[in-house]
């Protein structure tokens, strides 16, 4: 074994592996997530981040290595573990001619939570979704926020520890991603949480450490904050001044300390959008006020660029190779 375990450890993944032929899927994954712990799961599209959630959560057998759930393997004990466990894959499975109450009836069913608690249970399940509204309602009728939340509803039936949830934003408009968020950080109150996404500032909002994955392998765990510190190299700026694009550029270069400035293109009539990039730890705000003013050029708009995942993974790939 690779780690003993701890008492706060929830979830163990020791030494996972997961082969499909020749493609190495999964590569050799240790982690584990502590008690009432909101896990961020990171990585781009077909980095293995959901092979590695039906891995844990038992819908897929790993070619080596070992799953624990609250103690229980998931190889010899799968009913335990799966008792432990709340699963929302990316696309939730609903019964779209079921009504919301129905369908969550259904799920105590193939849950096994006790006759005499499933009403209460349900109940439950739709007030902390607030769904409680639409619990007659066919699940083909709803929006996608509500299905959703139908999907989360249903991984929380039976009041497991742990709940792991695959993409749970993915295609909501920007209200329904704010609702889903605090809805997810009320979750983590009483569970234990993975999530997995491959948006940073998806995960940087409610958890609590972060894990990236790229190629089935870690290659960065740590909490949004120092993972955005010690991995970003440059800051970056986004500028919309008033003026001629050629005269923009050249009061944005004479700045000491900025590396690069491009235009991102016309969004207002006589104005123009600048990405300016700066070397690591140089706050430029002011130098670039001092210099545009100088230059009687106005800023209608400046803000820092979010830290983006393909940013991180550019700077991961770049120090390997400088230490190499």
């Known amino acids: 074994m690779h780690f003993s375990r701890k008492e706060n450890d929830v979830i163990e993944v020791d030494n996972v592996t997961k082969r499909y032929g020749q493609r190495l899927a999964v590569d050799h994954l240790n982690f584990t997530v502590n008690k009432g712990e909101i896990l961020g799961f990171l990585g781009p ?22 799953v624990r759930v609250d103690g229980h393997d998931i190889l010899a004990e799968p009913e335990a573990v799966k008792r432990n466990i709340g699963y929302m894959p990316e696309l939730p499975p609903l019964y779209m001619d079921m009504t919301v109450e129905d369908y969550l009836a259904f799920v105590c069913e193939i849950k096994k939570v006790p006759r005499p608690e499933q009403k209460k249970d349900r109940e ?17 009728n709803l929006s996608k926020g509500y299905k959703q939340r ?25 209200q329904q ?16 949480i993975i999530l997995s996404s491959h948006i940073l500032p998806e995960v940087s909002a409610v958890c609590d450490r972060v894990l990236i994955i790229n ?22 700026i986004t500028l919309r001044v008033k003026g001629a694009e050629a005269d923009v550029l050249a009061a944005i270069r004479s700045v000491p300390d900025v590396t690069n400035a491009q235009v991102q293109g016309l969004r207002e009539a006589g104005t123009v959008d600048v990405l300016v990039e700066a070397r690591k730890d140089r706050d430029i705000r002011e130098p670039l006020f001092l210099s545009l003013c100088g230059a009687s050029l106005p800023i209608l708009m400046m803000k820092t660029m979010d830290l983006t995942l393909e940013d991180i993974f550019l700077n991961l790939t770049t120090e390997e190779k400088e230490v190499q």
Request: charged fraction near 25%; proline fraction near 5%; glycine fraction near 12%.
């Open 124 to 140: 439950r399940a739709m007030d902390l979704l607030k769904i409680t509204d639409v619990r007659g309602r066919m699940i083909k």
């Open 215 to 236: 190629k089935g392998k870690i290659v960065a765990s740590d909490t949004p904050e120092n993972l955005s510190r010690g991995i970003v190299g440059e800051n970056r």
């Open 45 to 66: 599209n077909g980095a293995g981040k959901s092979t590695t959630m039906n891995i844990i959560t038992g819908y897929l057998s790993a070619t080596d290595g070992t």
């Open 150 to 174: 139908v999907g989360i509803a249903q991984a929380v039936i039976g009041t497991p520890p742990v709940l792991i949830l695959d993409e749970p934003t993915i295609g909501l408009d920007p």
């Open 177 to 192: 991603i704010i609702e889903t968020r605090n809805l997810i950080r009320g979750l983590g109150k009483e569970h234990t």
